[in-house]
């Protein structure tokens, strides 16, 4: 996967406003979305993930607290600099995003040692990671993944300003 994307999976137990904090949390902190980079209207990305704007709106709330991201009004929002101290993660957040990633993963075919290998890759991202192949977008019928990505709505945003 060449552009960042959101992705919501509605069998999830985990909420739809936390899966899109957590991936655009972990979208900042790795860089992937650098500061003053522009984010999609509430609007827009809850249009893209097919879900109501007062649960895109909510994910950004709590990024906003988290001082991750940043909105003006008139500016958008837009990626915030990164804190200077080291962020403490949730175990058990860490946790049930395992969980999650596991589940679709098996409900893809993918047996361990896939899996296994498909979070080494993520973990080190590399010009010969194995992953090249591995997500085509279709996310199957029990994932209702929206892929909203991020670096075409970006080059959209930037044309309307």
């Known amino acids: 996967m060449s552009d960042p994307a ?4 509605t069998t999830s137990q985990v909420p739809p406003y ?7 949390a ?8 650098v500061e003053g980079e522009r984010l999609p209207t509430v609007r827009q990305l809850a249009a893209d993930l097919g879900l ?9 709330r709590e990024l906003e607290a988290a001082e991750l991201i940043r909105t003006r009004r008139g500016a958008g929002t837009r990626v915030a600099a990164l804190p200077s101290e080291p962020h403490a993660h949730d175990a058990n957040q860490l946790t049930t ?4 990633f596991t589940s679709a993963a098996r409900a893809l075919g993918a047996d361990t040692e896939d899996i296994l290998t498909a979070v080494r890759d993520a973990l080190d991202p590399g010009p010969a ?3 090249a ?4 977008g279709a996310g199957g019928p029990k994932t209702a ?7 075409g709505m970006r080059n959209g945003l930037e044309q309307q300003a």
Do not use: F, K, M, W
Request: no cysteine; net charge positive.
């Open 145 to 151: 993944a929206v892929s909203a990505q991020v670096t």
């Open 97 to 100: 995003l395992a969980r999650d």
């Open 52 to 60: 109501a704007p007062g649960t895109v709106a909510r994910a950004y």
């Open 6 to 9: 959101i992705r919501v999976d």
């Open 26 to 33: 972990a979208l900042i902190r790795t860089s992937r979305l």
């Open 129 to 131: 990671s194995s992953s």
């Open 18 to 24: 936390e899966q899109i904090r957590a991936q655009l």
């Open 133 to 136: 192949t591995a997500d085509s």
